[in-house]
């Protein structure tokens, strides 16, 4: 693809990044968002709380290719399990999801079950994410 | 403003087909026939002016009051980053009151290798909204100094968003942006110095002379906070495509080139990016005679 550089190793990829729920900060949001930018990913933000329905059909209408939630409110199991239903509804299952902000270790293999393709955490080195999105993408 | 009925938007064939167009080569769209003249075209509405100037907010609103109207799509358009390729598309933070229209479709677009304000093969994207069926397109361009000429050529109404005391005037002035506008809009307009910016521009539109001749560009202000503000917005441009309807149509030819200026462009582009610094060693002559003939489809080149 014409847009795609030599260290872009997420050029050409289409990301949302969604703030569901009801917290208000969104600054690791905001640099995920930049980290995939500077990886070649076209970086669609939906801005703070968001329904999971509307996350879902902006992540088909925008036709990207994965979707992040960004959750800090503790609410992570529920909202997380409403976004996957809502884009099952909307037919939108092959996109990947993957999930950031304050979850618990305990709750990470319940995301998982839930359809979560990647967890990352706040301690995570920003070159780790891409690299795992990188290979979940390929 | 068709009342017939249709199928309802294929929200998901559209944003594949959206994404595939956004993907394509310039090669590969040099080979597709120049399609008809459509049966159903969308009126096409192109909002721009400098960054942070209210486009996105503008169209939001916009969006949300002309969808009541008919089947509305909007394409915004955002930079890509020169280095990584990469783009923060985030217009539609301003448009959130907006999901779940049905009637309604906005895609964000990363302008990835065009930097006139619009982005690459932006014109396949314009027709095919016609072929799903919009009744009108908005079109929201990066802002960039030059945007303005662009988006002249791909749209019907071109509405130019000015921010009060910007210093907006000269520099209108200087990129020869009057003569392009068809709406001036002073957004922000609860800030100082929107009257006199909204004086201002129209002395001087009054001296420039509009490009499509008898068309007078309205000047307005508006504000997120006043309704009526944006409802006049609307109608102006109503007003304005009212007029234009009635002028000889001459976008077709004008769309058309604008289309294979940009194709070409890129095509020489790509061939460039894709040589070793010692094809740059050559004499200059040849060279350009081997970029030329690279650039042709393989059954029309001289050497393969």
Redesign the interface.
């Known amino acids: 693809m014409s847009t795609q550089h030599a260290t872009a190793v997420l050029g050409g990829r289409r990301i949302l990044i969604g703030k569901p729920g009801l917290d208000g900060h969104d600054i690791g949001a905001k640099i995920i968002a930049l980290t995939l930018r500077n990886a070649g990913a076209e970086v669609i933000y939906t801005g703070l709380r968001r329904s999971p329905q509307q996350i879902a059909q902006v992540a088909v209408d925008e036709g990207v290719d994965a979707v992040g939630l960004s959750i800090l409110s503790g609410s992570h199991k529920e909202l997380v399990a409403d976004v996957i239903a809502q884009l099952r509804t909307l037919k939108a299952h092959d996109l990947k999801v993957f999930v950031g902000g304050t979850i618990p270790v305990e709750d990470r293999a319940h995301l998982h079950e839930l359809g979560v393709s990647a967890v990352f955490t706040a301690d995570m080195p920003l070159e780790q994410v891409v690299k795992t999105l990188a290979e979940l993408l390929a | 403003m068709s009342a017939q009925p249709r199928a309802p938007l294929d929200?998901?064939a559209l944003?594949?087909a959206?994404?595939q167009l956004a993907?394509a080569?310039?090669a590969t769209l040099a080979r597709r026939p120049l399609r008809e003249p459509p049966e159903h075209a969308a009126r096409r509405i192109g909002i721009t002016g400098a960054p942070g100037a209210g486009k996105s907010t503008l169209v939001g609103h916009l969006a949300a009051l002309r969808a009541s109207r008919g089947r509305l799509g909007v394409l915004a358009v955002d930079p890509?980053?020169p280095?990584?390729?990469?783009?923060?598309?985030?217009d539609?933070?301003?448009m959130?009151e907006l999901?779940?229209n049905e009637q309604l479709?906005?895609?964000?677009l990363?302008s990835?290798?065009t930097g006139d304000g619009l982005a690459?093969n932006l014109p396949e994207m314009l027709d095919l909204m016609d072929e799903f069926g919009f009744d009108e397109v908005l079109l929201e361009t990066v802002g960039v100094g030059q945007a303005e000429h662009a988006v002249r050529g791909q749209v019907d109404t071109v509405v130019l968003v000015l921010l009060p005391d910007s210093g907006d005037t000269v520099q209108a002035m200087k990129a020869g942006i009057m003569e392009m506008a068809d709406i001036f809009v002073v957004h922000k307009s609860d800030l100082p110095g929107a009257p006199r910016m909204a004086a201002d521009i129209r002395r001087i539109a009054t001296m420039a002379r509009h490009a499509s001749g008898g068309w007078v560009p309205p000047i307005l202000l508006s504000s997120a906070t006043q309704p009526a503000s944006i409802q006049a917005l609307s109608e102006a441009i109503d007003q304005h495509l009212a007029w234009q309807a009635q002028q000889p149509q001459e976008q077709a030819a004008q769309r058309a080139r604008y289309r294979l200026r940009r194709l070409i462009e890129?095509r020489i582009a790509?061939f460039v990016a894709e040589r070793e610094d010692s094809f740059f060693d050559a004499p200059l002559e040849r060279q350009i005679a081997v970029a030329l003939d690279a650039c042709r489809s393989p059954e029309n080149r001289a050497v393969v």
Do not use: C, E, H
């Not at chain 2, 280095?83 to 985030?90: C, E, T, V």
């Not at chain 2, 479709?105 to 964000?108: D, P």
């Open positions: 929200r998901w944003s594949r959206l994404t993907n080569d310039p890509s980053s280095k990584s390729g990469g783009a923060i598309l985030g539609r933070v301003r959130d999901a779940g479709y906005i895609r964000s990363g990835r290798r690459d890129r790509q």
